[in-house]
């Protein structure tokens, strides 16, 4: 170990710790008071899960970065290398008592360098906004370059409380809670797709089995399949159907009934094609694959 390395012996001091050390820094040459920037976010709960946050790794290779934050999740993982620039040093010349006398040698830090997203921060706000009180999700792209425009997610958290390294009591108290504000629910929650999956189920019955877009099935508000019911989201039914009136209308029965023509396997195929139950390839981490039958 090189001793002539500082060792950081408490961190984040209050203004009243900062006094007493002040005070007594003349009995402690070797005693220095040192400041570093921290990150801050600003609207921190609404960009929370897509920015991440910075925090302090166990496993660096050179010691005397120990002190140094690096990208944990969201866009501060992935971009790390591009925003955290190089550390910079300063020999010193001190006497016996360790007194600093000159400055012998540096070599100046160079910052990381920024980057843009496709984010908008007043659409980012409104969904957050709707979403509030309630675990969901909210994602907009741009349909021509593919860029996220929002991507929020809820219950969130305060990344601020990360900047100077969260406490253990805080850590544990926000991987136990029970609605996972932690959780990014926007890549990694794994849904059923409900009824836009009546969307895909349409095109492959029209474009690979060439199906009649003019049957009409009856939906009396359930349909049977061995000894089970399987119900309509409206009560008492749609009644007659065709396919442009069912999807109009979002009839599960119409698309029950449907089902019975298709080969699992084949639609399995046909729906990979649109990407379900594979990566995106979002440029954050920790995203969850989906499932396809």
């Not at 969904?127 to 999700?137: C, H, M, P, T």
């Not at 996972?180 to 009546?198: E, F, H, Q, V």
């Not at 009839?251 to 023509?261: H, I, Q, R, W």
Request: hydrophobic share 35%; proline share 3%; net charge neutral.
């Amino acid at each position: 170990k090189n001793l002539s390395d500082f060792i950081v012996i408490k961190k984040n001091l209050t203004w009243k710790e900062l006094e007493v050390f002040e005070l007594i820094s003349n009995k402690f040459p070797f005693l220095f008071i040192t400041k570093e920037k921290v990150r801050n976010y600003e609207n921190n709960e609404i960009f929370s899960h897509v920015l991440g946050y910075v925090g302090y790794k166990q496993d660096v290779e050179e010691e005397k970065l120990n002190n140094l934050k690096f990208g944990i999740s969201g866009i501060e993982k992935i971009f790390d290398t591009t925003l955290l620039g190089s550390d910079g040093w300063i020999k010193l010349e001190t006497n016996s008592k360790g007194r600093i006398k000159k400055e012998i040698n540096k070599k100046l830090a160079i910052p990381g360098k920024n980057i843009s997203t496709n984010l908008i921060t007043d659409i980012q706000e409104k969904a957050f906004n709707l979403l509030s009180g309630i675990s969901g999700a909210a994602v907009m792209m741009d349909c021509e370059t593919g860029g996220v425009n929002c991507m929020v997610s809820t219950p969130s958290f305060d990344n601020n409380e990360f900047s100077n390294g969260v406490t253990s009591e805080r850590w544990k108290q926000l991987i136990e809670d029970e609605k996972d504000p932690l959780l990014n629910r926007c890549i990694a929650g794994l849904y059923s797709p409900g009824s836009t999956y009546k969307i895909l189920t349409a095109l492959y019955a029209l474009e690979i089995i060439g199906f009649d877009h003019n049957k009409i099935y009856f939906c009396p508000g359930f349909v049977e399949f061995g000894n089970r019911k399987f119900h309509c989201w409206k009560k008492n039914g749609h009644g007659n159907v065709n396919l442009f009136d069912a999807i109009k209308k979002s009839c599960d029965c119409y698309f029950y009934n449907l089902a019975k023509e298709i080969d699992i396997d084949s639609l399995s195929r046909f729906s990979k094609k649109f990407s379900l139950g594979m990566f995106t390839g979002i440029d954050i981490p920790n995203e969850h694959i989906g499932i396809m039958p």
